[in-house]
Nanobody, 120 residues
Framework: QVQLEESGGGLVQPGGSLRLSCAAS????????MGWYRHAPGKERELVAR???????NYADSVKGRFTISRDNAKNMVHLQMNGLKPEDTAVYYC??????????????WGQGTQITVSS
C-alpha cells in the first residue's frame, strides 16, 4: 500500500510564506509525476503545480512567480515553497503522485490534505 503524507500547513498572514512537504511511503518502486492541488470551499479542485520526472514544471497562472515546486527523488518527496501568500490561496492542499509498485503499472495517489489559511 502506498501512502502520501503532507506537512507544513497552517495559518499565515498575507504576504507570508509556507513550505509544504509530501512524503510517499510503502512498497513503491518509482514515482513519475508529482504535484499539488488545492480545493477551496465552493470551488472546484485545481492544479497548483506539478513537476515531471525530467524536472519540467507547470504552474497555475494564479501562483506563477510566487510558488515553486521541487522534488527529492532519493527521499520520495515533493515540496511546494509558497511565497507572497494571499487570502485567495486559502484552501486544502493535496499532494498527488503517479507511483509504480514493483513491476506493476503507474497509479495515481492522493494525500489526505493539509489546510492553508491566509488571513490577518
Amino acid at each position: 500500500q502506498v501512502q502520501l503524507e503532507e506537512s507544513g500547513g497552517g495559518l499565515v498572514q498575507p504576504g507570508g510564506s509556507l513550505r509544504l512537504s509530501c512524503a510517499a511511503s510503502g512498497s513503491l518502486w518509482s514515482i513519475s509525476t508529482m504535484g499539488w492541488y488545492r480545493h477551496a470551499p465552493g470551488k472546484e479542485r485545481e492544479l497548483v503545480a506539478r513537476i515531471f520526472s525530467g524536472g519540467v514544471t507547470n504552474y497555475a497562472d494564479s501562483v506563477k512567480g510566487r510558488f515553486t515546486i521541487s522534488r527529492d527523488n532519493a527521499k520520495n518527496m515533493v515540496h511546494l515553497q509558497m511565497n507572497g501568500l494571499k487570502p485567495e490561496d486559502t484552501a486544502v492542499y493535496y499532494c498527488n503522485m503517479d507511483v509504480r509498485i514493483g513491476t506493476g503499472p503507474y497509479r495515481n495517489y492522493w494525500g489526505q490534505g493539509t489546510q492553508i489559511t491566509v488571513s490577518s
